[in-house]
């Protein structure tokens, strides 16, 4: 058995039966445009059904594919609001269109804007809240998160492997020490109870428990 073989299975196991979802898969495919893709997108969506999260704050969000699934637990959940926060206005148009046809327009609040300023600046506090920036802003991403984060919400980074880039001690670019420096942050922060799951390119999962 190897780490592909594992990664194969786990995305085997993900198999879904919506065709807009798998629409989104196939063009992020032929654009090489980044998704967390259904292993992620499914891991997302039980641990908010879980929790009973009915409030997202996407930091990053794309033309929307993991917006959808965040969307979709806070329906099941009965409903409320996940902020779909990007720089570039099409994407948050085409990321508009993918959720109108799934019905999911009702609990997506879209902006246009950078992610960090937007959560300091957005009222309220979340269950969840989902990070897939620029890597470099990782730590700040965190800091901020923590403070924006309810009591006993979710904390989600992606690319935590960072295509295995982690764990070259010659890789010192900003990207790679942004991830680096985001985890031990997290991992020595006592307000949190925090794991790693290694699904894709890997995803830390923390809960802000004081």
Do not use: C, W
């Given at each position: 058995m190897d780490w592909q073989q594992v990664?194969?299975?786990?995305?085997?196991?993900?198999?879904h039966d919506n065709p807009v979802l798998a629409e989104m898969e196939d063009l992020a495919y032929r654009t090489h445009f980044p998704i967390i893709d259904r292993a992620v997108g499914k891991c997302c969506y039980l641990l908010c059904r879980m929790a009973k999260v009915r409030s997202v704050f996407e930091m990053g969000s794309g033309f929307g594919y993991s917006t959808a699934w965040f969307a979709m637990a806070v329906r099941d959940n009965g409903g409320g609001i996940v902020h779909h926060v990007v720089w570039d206005k099409n994407l948050s148009e085409q990321a508009k269109e993918y959720l109108k046809r799934m019905g999911l327009t009702d609990y997506v609040h879209f902006t246009v804007g950078e992610a960090i300023e937007t959560l300091q600046n957005t009222q309220g506090n979340f269950g969840c809240i989902f990070v897939d920036i620029e890597k470099q802003d990782y730590p700040k991403a965190v800091e901020v998160a923590k403070t924006k984060l309810a009591q006993n919400g979710i904390l989600i980074l992606d690319n935590m492997l960072w295509?295995?880039?982690?764990?070259?001690?010659?890789?010192?670019?900003?990207?790679?020490?942004?991830?680096?420096?985001?985890?031990?942050?997290?991992?020595?922060?006592?307000?949190?109870v925090a794991t790693f799951l290694p699904i894709r390119d890997g995803i830390v999962v923390?809960?802000?428990?004081r």
């Open positions: 990664q194969d299975y786990l995305m085997q196991l993900s198999q295509h295995g880039h982690i764990f070259d001690d010659k890789n010192h670019e900003p990207p790679t020490e942004g991830i680096r420096k985001a985890t031990a942050m997290i991992f020595s922060d006592q307000d949190f923390a809960m802000k428990v």
